[in-house]
């Protein structure tokens, strides 16, 4: 589904009797919850780093009024705090990166380190494809109930 197509499934579903919308909330929660464990799962730990891990920042975030899901790294502080995340899931073509890092004192000094080639893992597209029959059998269920229940 694009992005187009899911805000106006939103926009319609936004006219929905109450009951539906209340049990299609709880399935989009639901489905969020299950493609991020297995974000989680296919996100590599590095052995040797003793501090933050990609899967660490990895979360949901719940908007449109209950009706939409973000997963993973869904604000501007997360995707800086763990920014590596977008390299694994990406992958790297190698070779040398300049960056700059601001010191305590306000003053910019420029780093250069090299990157290793490293193959794409897919990481989102591959939680989100293993799950997809589930996440619409959860919201077609949550539907169907709702239907009754109104």
């Known amino acids: ?76 502080d997360l995707e800086s705090d763990y920014f590596w995340f977008r390299f694994l899931d990406g992958g790297t073509k190698g070779g040398e990166v300049n960056y700059w890092r601001r010191k305590g004192d306000g003053t910019r000094t420029r780093h250069t380190m090299t990157v290793p080639s490293r193959p794409a893992l897919r990481i989102r597209e591959r939680a989100l494809e293993g799950n997809i029959d589930e996440v619409r059998r959860l919201v077609a269920e949550a539907i169907q109930q709702g239907l009754r229940e109104a």
């Open 1 to 76: 589904m694009t992005v187009t197509g899911a805000r106006e499934l939103v926009a319609k579903m936004n006219r929905m009797p109450q009951a539906v919308r209340e049990r299609v909330e709880d399935a989009i929660l639901q489905s969020a919850g299950i493609v991020l464990e297995d974000m989680k799962r296919l996100t590599p730990r590095d052995p040797v780093n003793p501090g933050a891990h990609a899967q660490d920042g990895l979360t949901i975030a719940i908007v449109e009024g209950g009706l939409e899901a973000r997963i993973g790294l869904p604000t501007r």
